[in-house]
């Protein structure tokens, strides 16, 4: 009687290794997109009083523009009195007036 050999010889299956881009060199702050309601910062198509209270409150150094990013029109980093002014206009008329 001859031994039953156990397990056979397979070789191994190739694996892929995942590769991440390099780090960019572009800011980390979100830029509005164009069509975007200025002051709508959940993005819910509107603009809430709370979200006009967030832009003042980044506005004055305060808080973070990554917490509005819609208020920042120009894309300069930086929310100024007619961003805000901007965002009063859609709380008012609605989104989709500018």
């Not at 031994?3 to 397979?10: D, F, G, K």
């Not at 164009?34 to 198509?45: F, I, K």
Request: proline share 13%; charged share 15%.
């Amino acid at each position: 009687m001859s031994p039953t050999p156990n397990a056979t010889a397979t070789s191994p299956a190739p694996t892929s290794t995942a590769t991440n881009p390099p780090p960019s060199d572009t800011p980390s702050t979100p830029e509005p997109t164009p069509g975007e309601c200025v002051g709508d910062c959940d993005g819910n198509g509107t603009v809430a009083v709370n979200e006009l209270v967030t832009g003042v409150i980044i506005a004055l150094d305060q808080a973070p523009l990554a917490n509005c990013p819609s208020l920042d029109r120009n894309g300069n980093e930086d929310i100024e009195i007619n961003e805000l002014v901007r965002g009063v206009g859609n709380l008012l008329e609605g989104c989709g007036s500018d």
